[in-house]
């Protein structure tokens, strides 16, 4: 259906019909009308989004800002749009004590995670650190926050959920020496308060009533916590990522190699084999009836995460590959069974030894229409994808890439043309006009 006149009639009372039964219904020439609901309705939704498409389009950082605050609770949707984020060229960064208020905030062409995120930090401990600081300014350390702060509302275990999400790093990045001085900040605090609500102090306060207050006491320094120490906190703490993730660096190969994203796993309706490239977040090892093993797997990418699934006959060739934290390309089907969208997996392969072969074209084949044909039959020798599944050969997968030099972009070949014998076909394309070089996903893989 489609508006072809539209006439303003000044303002006239309108009216929603609500139906019982079908809303469909069949037109005296034959066509269905379906959806019938009153014009006011459908301007209303049009309405809304011509407002959000325009809020998007000028005021990105904010638009997305206020989406997340207000999805804040699901985290498959936080996910999925902090992706939709770095598509935009906002980075979503890690809270920070002196800058987050409760929900996500936009802070000039970034968005500052919300204090609210963070676990074991409670909506009071919130507003006690956001009036403290708006009274008395930032927070220079941990014994400033401390001081200024009631410990009734702001207790360790909440200081140590600050620390270890970063949300301290503006005053010290060392978060493993944030959380070794937290025990004796905490007692000096503690034992300043006692004293000052006595009215004794102590003969050093006194000296240094004239000049600054005393400092607390330092312990040894120590190394930080490495940056995978940190992405664990994070993500244990905020259910997310969020200074880096580890497919970060590859994100944009991954999209090439595997433009399946997770996120939108439940609206695909691919029925074929499909490839992803995720990391496992959590493994659940099981022992079936016939005593064979088998594991349930969760794995995420940038966009979203899901569940998957490999039996015993993939198991036992793909299990010394199963671990948390690997990140993995994944070759398997989509299944919708229970009304729960997983994958099946048929092979995984670590993203370090996954190898592509990369195809440079210049502008006169990529539009000659014969060598493009020559080029395609090419691969066609090599890819046994198809033909492997039903021979019990391995299916191809080296996936094929073509680089456009001229305009800087590059082109994925289709799973059929993926192929196994990478030497192979590098010869046969160097002979017949073409170049073609094998490269790693990662860059620093030994080969």
Request: one cysteine or more; charged letters at 20%; proline letters at 5%.
């Amino acid at each position: 259906m489609r508006i072809v006149k539209r006439q303003f009639l000044g303002f006239q009372p309108v009216y929603d019909i609500g139906l019982a039964g079908d809303h469909n219904f069949l037109l005296a020439n034959g066509a269905i009308a379906s959806n019938c609901f009153n014009k006011s309705h459908s301007v209303a939704y049009g309405y809304v989004t011509y407002q959000t498409a325009y809020l998007k389009a000028n005021y990105p950082v904010e638009y997305m800002a206020a989406l997340l605050s207000s999805v804040s609770g699901d985290r498959d949707k936080v996910q999925k749009y902090i992706s939709n984020c770095l598509s935009l060229g906002i980075t979503v960064l890690p809270p920070d004590i002196n800058r987050s208020g409760v929900d996500f905030t936009p802070r000039g062409k970034d968005i500052l995670f919300g204090l609210a995120a963070i676990k074991n930090l409670g909506l009071g401990a919130i507003e006690a650190i956001i009036s403290a600081r708006s009274e008395g300014g930032a927070f220079t350390s941990l014994a400033d926050l401390c001081t200024r702060v009631d410990s009734r509302a702001l207790n360790k275990k909440a200081l140590e959920a600050l620390i270890q999400a970063g949300a301290m790093d503006s005053i010290q990045p060392n978060r493993r020496q944030l959380i070794q001085d937290l025990e004796v900040t905490l007692e000096w605090v503690s034992r300043r308060a006692k004293e000052q609500a006595s009215g004794q102090g102590n003969l050093f306060d006194l000296f240094a009533m004239s000049t600054e207050a005393p400092a607390p006491p330092e312990t040894p320094p120590v190394p930080d916590y490495s940056q995978s120490e940190k992405l664990q906190m994070e993500k244990e703490l905020l259910g997310f990522y969020i200074s880096n993730h580890p497919l970060q660096e590859i994100g944009r190969s991954a999209r090439l190699l595997a433009p399946i994203n997770l996120g939108e796993l439940p609206e695909l309706n691919e029925t074929g084999v499909i490839t992803a490239i995720a990391l496992i977040t959590d493994i659940k090892d099981i022992t079936t009836k016939k005593g064979d093993r088998m594991a349930v797997l969760q794995i995420e990418d940038l966009t979203g995460s899901a569940s998957a699934v490999v039996f015993p006959k993939t198991y036992d060739k793909v299990k010394g590959h199963l671990a948390k934290d690997n990140c993995l390309m994944v070759w398997g089907k989509i299944d919708r069974r229970d009304e729960e969208v997983q994958i099946i997996i048929d092979d995984v392969q670590p993203i370090a030894q996954v190898q592509l072969l990369l195809l440079n074209l210049t502008k006169e084949q990529a539009f000659n229409t014969q060598e493009l044909h020559r080029l395609k039959e090419i691969l066609k020798i090599h890819a046994s994808n198809a033909a492997g599944e039903g021979n019990g050969e391995e299916p191809s997968k080296i996936p094929v890439l073509a680089n456009l030099a001229y305009t800087a972009k590059f082109v994925r070949f289709g799973n059929q043309f993926w192929i196994r014998d990478v030497a192979g076909a590098i010869a046969d394309l160097e002979k017949a006009g073409f170049s073609a070089t094998v490269n790693r996903l990662l860059p620093s893989a030994s080969p």
